[in-house]
């Protein structure tokens, strides 16, 4: 297993590379298309991390998880339900999540797993899926929450969530990812507000990548955000909030004031 | 006025121009940042016409029209309702729309305008708006039109609107546009279905475009379709759809088959 990150070096521009432990090593040229090793290497407290791919687009699915879709009483889908977070919604670890101006509801942390896509891919079938997967990040699918039954006639689920700084993505993508074994746990001021297992998925990211080619082209660096679970709630200005997942790493994040 | 597309010469690379009756001019560098004219010039039959912007968002409104809105029984909103087609989605003059291959039911046209950002915007009031907007091109809102409800408990807005091919746009972009005296004129194998008056729109463009950059950053290139009006219908497989707004051009496409 890898954990690819893209980051800036001291006075230098962003570029990519591998975290072990504490050790950065620099690599030079895109993500996914075999990047090399420039053989410098920088302690971790020295980069500034930055959102470790550059999506086109986030694709963000509704209601995944056999938990939460008990909870809120609704059929297990056969199909995903998605929206689109565009990119000027993503921003990277240790960053601010902006509230948005006008916008004074409820703003809503949900610690998801993210897929990350290697290689553009369309009309493909669930066992090759694998091949086009280029490993798995933490999301935090920020939303505002009072927007999407804002109207009563349309759904505003595109409103509340592509606000620049609502898609928190990082720290690193890990490649070869056992995501059956995984489990993500959101914390926010330090508690313990979500901890789900993986495992509870309904469509599971392989059949999620097939099913979602058929709708439309997935381009290297795109990102699907595999929906959240039980114990979704708002931040306070000022809160500090972490998506972990093990073998992925800790998003780090701050509400509504500066990291 | 300048009608702006971007074009592919004979044996070249994509750049951008102007178009003058049948005469295009060639240009260099970013359309939106100061492009110089080569002082090539070619016949327009020689060219090979693209998507007259590269979107990296196109944003599409639901009900911004009062002839629209009083048939289906929905208030007019005061916020724009709005969704995110992909950059995927984008295609232009001339091109084939396809059908997603798994889907068999309805696939509709909506012809709209589309206004095209010229500079990075977020958080401007309704007064500056102008300054942001380049100018406006055609759009041809294509819809899978039978997969927005097939779920009862999410409305797949996205899903209906994001495949490839599924988002047209061009002829060209005119700048200095009177929208207020324009009418959209949709034609299916040259029989008219749509034509309705700009001035009928709800929310008007410069309002959209500041309502807009209060949710999201736009960005120079992105493209907001201000929603359809009476009309709409599915297309079958062949058929040939135009979009026309006059002081724009024609916006020429056909369905599930070859150009």
Same mark, same amino acid.
């Given at each position: 297993m890898t954990s690819w990150i893209r980051f800036r070096p001291p !006075?230098?521009? =962003?570029?990519?590379?591998t975290l072990r432990g504490n050790e950065v090593a620099e690599f030079r040229g895109e993500l996914f298309a075999g990047p090399q090793a420039t053989g410098r290497t920088f302690e971790l407290g020295e980069v500034r991390l930055e959102s /470790?791919? +550059? /999506?086109?687009?986030? #694709?963000?699915?509704w209601n995944n998880f056999h938990a939460l879709s008990e909870k809120i009483g609704k059929a297990a889908p056969t199909h995903p339900l998605f929206l689109i977070k565009p990119a000027n919604s993503v921003t990277g670890p240790a960053t601010t999540i902006r509230r948005p101006p006008r916008y004074e509801g409820k703003v809503v942390y949900e610690g998801?797993? $993210? #897929? +990350? #896509? !290697?290689?553009?891919? =369309?009309?493909?079938?669930?066992d090759e899926a694998r091949a086009y997967i280029f490993g798995y990040t933490c999301v935090? @699918?920020? %939303?505002? $929450?009072?927007? #999407? @039954?804002? =109207? /009563?006639?349309? *759904?505003?689920? %595109?409103?509340?969530?592509?606000?620049? %700084?609502?898609c928190c993505l990082g720290p690193a993508i890990a490649t070869d990812f056992d995501w059956r074994a995984g489990r993500v746990v959101t914390t926010l001021d330090g508690i313990e507000r979500q901890n789900y297992p993986l495992a509870d998925m309904i469509i599971p990211p392989h059949?999620? +990548?097939?099913?979602? =080619? *058929? @709708?439309? %082209?997935?381009? *290297?660096? @795109? +990102?699907?955000?595999?929906?959240t679970s039980l114990g979704v709630g708002a931040m306070k200005d000022g809160a500090r909030v972490c998506v972990h997942i093990e073998g992925i790493g800790e998003l780090h994040n701050r509400f509504a004031a500066p990291f």
């Open positions: !006075g230098g521009a =962003s570029t990519c590379g /470790p791919c +550059v /999506p086109t687009k986030v #694709i963000a699915l998801e797993l $993210g #897929i +990350v #896509i !290697g290689k553009r891919c =369309s009309q493909i079938g669930a935090n @699918d920020v %939303t505002a $929450g009072q927007l #999407i @039954d804002e =109207s /009563p006639d349309f *759904a505003q689920w %595109t409103r509340a969530k592509c606000a620049d %700084t609502f059949e999620i +990548v097939a099913a979602l =080619s *058929a @709708d439309l %082209t997935l381009d *290297a660096g @795109d +990102v699907i955000a595999c929906g």
